[in-house]
């Protein structure tokens, strides 16, 4: 992996938080026997948010109690820049970083998944996810004594800034909040805006203080940062998909003992499948309650519109396909074209 600079205050909090008592050490305190600790960025009332809820409760239930999954929502432990080192370090057991944060840490495979215009609605992304192709890119984890233990969506993205955002031009110039992908950087270059690069839980002060002017995310994660009071102008572009891998590091995979291993398999399985049940809804629910607020202008684009942004970003595709080769690309189209 490569190594990047833990600001000191994160290093003294990940040094904190190993020395919890993770699986080794929560033997001889009684019930429960195990636990797992988990660090995410979002909000509570969100698809991955509520799904990580649901596989605490389930695998609380499958275990007897003996179980127990500690969950850090919100950055609160630590956020996209720390919380892969924080995996690697066993200062955290599990995490579900969006797929657009494992290309800088070494996998720019992931990166397929962040393509503009690839996909144009969940089912297609489900087929590539659970397809070969899918199950290949959790498999390249291992590169790094990582495990991938399943895909959860959240949704479509759409952009948003103090202006609409319905056609190349609107973008011209603009700073956009962007994950750390170079194919998301891509795609706002294409569309003459300047992306940068910031974490999560810095976005809504960034954008509030006018250091950046717009940003794209799936509704529920604008909702629940409250992106609307900052945000005048939501367009509902969805350009581009926003999805999810569980992540656990080798280490901590091969010290549970085969049949908690297997309980947290299960549950978490139950957990992503119920998850990727409610997104559409949680993203659903979100924009109404985004509409009934009228905090923030919502523009929907008619299909001329979204197929002269398609254009303009289409050299995104190159891009991706000179750093990764042309056939991950013509295997993920393919997998997301098939039949069921
Ligand atoms: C983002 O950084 O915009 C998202 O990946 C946050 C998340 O985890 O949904």
Redesign the pocket.
């Known amino acids: 992996m490569r190594a990047l600079p833990i600001p000191r205050r994160r290093l003294l909090r990940a040094l904190a938080a190993a020395a919890l008592p993770g699986p080794a050490g929560a033997a001889a305190h009684g019930p429960p026997r195990v636990r797992i600790r988990l660090s995410?960025?979002?909000a509570r009332r969100?698809p991955?948010g509520l799904a990580l809820e649901h596989f605490r409760t389930r695998l609380q239930a499958l275990s007897g109690g003996e179980i127990e999954v500690e969950i850090h929502p919100n950055s609160l432990l630590y956020g996209?820049e720390d919380e892969m080192q924080a995996l690697q370090l066993g200062a955290i057991d599990m995490v579900?970083?969006?797929l657009?944060?494992f290309g800088p840490i070494g996998f720019p495979e992931f990166e397929l998944f962040d393509l503009p215009f690839l996909f144009d609605e969940t089912g297609q992304v489900h087929r590539a996810m659970q397809g070969a192709v899918g199950q290949e890119l959790l498999a390249l984890l291992a590169r790094q004594q990582l495990v991938g233990l399943g895909y959860l969506d959240?949704g479509f993205k759409h952009m948003s800034a103090n202006r609409p955002l319905r056609a190349p031009e609107d973008f011209a110039g603009l700073r956009m909040r962007i994950?750390s992908s170079r194919v998301i950087a891509h795609q706002m270059r294409a569309l003459d805006a300047r992306p940068v690069v910031l974490?999560?839980g810095e976005?809504r002060r960034a954008l509030a203080e006018r250091v950046v002017d717009g940003?794209?995310?799936?509704i529920s994660?604008f909702w629940t940062q409250r992106m609307h009071e900052v945000q005048s102008d939501l367009s509902l572009t969805a350009h581009g998909y926003?999805g999810?891998a569980i992540v656990v590091h080798q280490r901590f995979w091969e010290y549970l003992a085969p049949a908690d291993r297997e309980l947290v398999g299960q549950a978490l399985a139950e957990a992503l499948k119920w998850g990727n049940a409610i997104a559409r809804r949680e993203n659903d629910e979100a924009l109404a309650a985004l509409r009934a607020s009228g905090a923030t202008r919502i523009h929907a684009l008619d299909a001329v519109q979204r197929q002269r942004l398609r254009h303009a970003t289409r050299a995104v595709y190159e891009g991706l396909e000179a750093r990764i080769g042309p056939e991950w690309l013509r295997r993920m189209r393919g997998a997301a074209a098939a039949l069921v």
């Not at 940003?215 to 799936?218: R, V």
Request: aromatic content about 8%; cysteine-free; overall charge neutral.
């Open positions: 995410h960025v979002v969100t991955k996209d579900a970083p969006s657009s944060k959240n994950q974490s999560f976005t940003t794209e995310n799936p994660n926003l999810y």
